[in-house]
């Protein structure tokens, strides 16, 4: 609860300012029915047509601020709560960019997107409705009971046994209800994991053929949200019944104990009536909106959880007047990812020089891409060092790293919009003659001037109207355009014929001369080329050296040869 309040508290004029015309509403709705006793009592008994009309006169004006009260509260209060989830939405967005991959893999994505938008949107209505309906129900309830006892002082005794059975059916509501709530926040991050792994992967779905699985693995996520949420709703729908019959009955034995009422006071009765009604409406809105506490507190709890969230990285300085030449050393690294025990990196040791190029390559699984990953510190390693000018990159600053590495992914990752804007984030401030010069060493100026548009094209979320191929080498034409130190290609050519492979690569040993590239690829006839080459097997150093080296002297390297080439030709 103290992270909402934190958050309405910025907003604190605003939420006064609706409830004080909560106030005025509140005052309307209470003093209707003493009215309208005056006028049963004194204007209809006293067949006095000029009090019914005096009195109608003023119930009319109280409706009318009533009304006006209650649209300034709504207006107000609907403000101050989307403010509220529009900030909590930019926090928790904000935070989740501080995160590292290891955070992000525990927290898991689904559950992070569910907290940004479903956890949130809890917290948003229940901020609503405490302005509404919270703050609204105890006053009214308190008015009302208060003007019971001065209508008819005799009926306290029903009050009081009605106020104590509701307030005890409130507090098992509210107690059975917070765990349930929680069971089907987490049903619900079950359930968005589910339908983001299909909708990421549904090429591969169809290309199998397997839709009917994915089928039973949602409706078995959606029926375990639906049985979560059935679970929580049972415990609203047996006390809400159970705090309605309780008013009811006391309305009814309020009615009975005043059957003795003399006709003189049968306006006070109405009265008194009317305001246990409100009584009954003010309880059910009590129970509902600690419902909705329950829901925001479970959400609140679940955003709290990011928002406290520790990176697991340490964010350093970098050293004054440090620009990086582009060397690469791990030095006895080995690394484990959070929750597992065997090493995916066991002991690796190795250096780059400034421009060197550098191929890794490996079977699937061999640690290639974990390797890589720790030189921009998407991980930490676990044990030993990896140095970047002779520097730990721990005490780096990301801003240093971000410019001075630039990586190139397995998986091409474009966003929407235009070609250009994709490209620029490379270099937000570069030229167009810049643009034009990386996506012609990236092979991909030919094709992007053949869409209509050209540069200006609007690509679709993820650049779904672009082939693989496509995709790679407008990828790499944003890393070059960053004109990095240490260009790291992540067997980013998979997609490439080999003409354009080696295009490409081509483009890249001219244009990138004095850059440090770690070359990763499943195919030999890539890495053979470069002046070194690492050989990965189970997370471990097989090999290091040029070609020829490990062709004599590494049977990881050669095996792979054999197994792609067919011979032990020398084709470097």
């Known amino acids: ?13 605003m939420f006064l300012t609706a ?22 009592d004194d204007g ?84 609503n409705g405490s302005m509404r309906i919270l703050l609204k129900a105890p006053i009214t309830c308190i008015g009302a009971i208060a003007l019971i006892i001065i209508q008819t002082p005799k009926q306290i005794p029903v009050l009081v046994g009605v106020l104590c059975i509701s ?24 359930l968005n994991g589910v339908s983001r792994e299909f909708l990421s992967s549904v090429r591969v779905v169809k290309a199998f053929g ?34 309605n019959l309780t008013v009811n009955f006391g309305i009814v034995l309020l009615l009975w104990l005043s059957q003795a ?25 009590v129970s509902n909106i600690l419902n909705m506490a329950v829901r925001a507190l479970a959400s609140s709890g679940r955003v709290k959880e990011i928002l406290e969230e520790r990176p697991a990285q340490a964010v350093a300085a970098h050293p004054p007047e440090f620009r990086p030449e582009g060397a690469v050393a791990f030095e006895g690294v080995s690394f484990a990812y959070a929750g597992t025990r065997r090493n995916a990196l066991d002991h690796i040791s190795f250096s ?4 060197e190029t550098l191929g890794i390559i490996g079977p ?87 869409f209509p548009g050209g540069y200006n094209m609007d690509l679709g979320e993820g650049g779904v109207n672009l082939s693989g191929g496509q995709k790679q080498r407008l990828c790499i034409a944003r890393a070059l355009l960053r004109r990095p130190r240490v260009l790291i290609l992540d067997d980013c050519t998979s997609a490439l014929d080999a003409e354009t492979e080696s295009e490409v690569l081509n483009n890249l040993r001219r244009e990138a001369a004095g850059v440090t590239v770690l070359l990763i690829s499943q195919r030999i006839s890539t890495v053979m080329r470069a002046d070194r080459i690492l050989c990965m097997e189970d997370g471990a150093l097989r090999g290091c050296g040029t070609h020829r080296e490990l062709l004599d002297t590494c049977p990881a390297y050669r095996a792979i040869y054999h197994s792609q080439i067919g011979s032990e030709k020398d084709d470097g």
């Open 1 to 13: 609860m103290k992270l909402i309040v934190s958050y309405v508290r910025r907003h604190i004029w």
């Open 19 to 40: 409830v004080a015309f909560l106030a005025l509403e509140i005052f309307s709705d209470l003093m209707q029915p003493s009215f309208m006793a005056s006028i049963v």
């Open 44 to 127: 209809v008994k006293g067949k006095s047509t000029g009090t019914i009309l005096r009195y109608g006169a003023i119930m009319l004006v109280i409706a009318a601020a009533g009304a006006f009260g209650s649209v300034m509260r709504n207006i107000y209060s609907s403000r101050t709560s989307q403010l509220v989830g529009k900030e909590m939405r930019g926090d928790l967005y904000r935070k989740v960019q501080t995160l590292s991959f290891e955070n992000i893999d525990r927290l898991q994505p689904s559950a992070i997107i569910t907290r940004i938008t479903n956890d949130v949107t809890q917290v948003q209505n229940f901020v």
């Open 167 to 190: 307030a005890v059916l409130i507090f098992f509501n509210t107690k059975l209800g917070y765990p349930r709530y929680s069971r089907m926040q987490q049903k619900l991050d079950r």
């Open 210 to 243: 397997a839709e009917k699985q994915e089928q039973e693995k949602f409706d078995y996520a959606a029926g375990g949200f639906a049985k979560a949420g059935v679970d929580s709703d049972r415990v609203s729908a047996v006390f809400s019944p159970l705090i």
């Open 261 to 285: 009422q003399t006709s003189r006071q049968i306006g006070r009765l109405m009265a008194s009536v009317n305001y246990m009604t409100q009584v009954l409406f003010s309880l059910g809105m």
């Open 352 to 355: 780059v020089q400034p421009g």
């Open 364 to 450: 699937t699984g061999s640690g290639k891409s974990t390797l890589v990953s720790l030189v921009p510190r998407f991980y930490d390693a676990t044990e030993g060092k990896v140095l970047l000018d002779s520097h730990d990159v721990t005490g780096l600053s990301p801003e240093l790293l971000c410019h001075a590495i630039a990586i190139v992914p397995q998986k091409a990752l474009l966003f929407s919009g235009t070609i250009a804007e994709n490209l620029r984030w490379g270099d937000s401030g570069a030229s167009d003659g810049e643009l034009y010069r990386a996506a012609e060493d990236a092979c991909a100026d030919e094709f992007v001037r053949g």
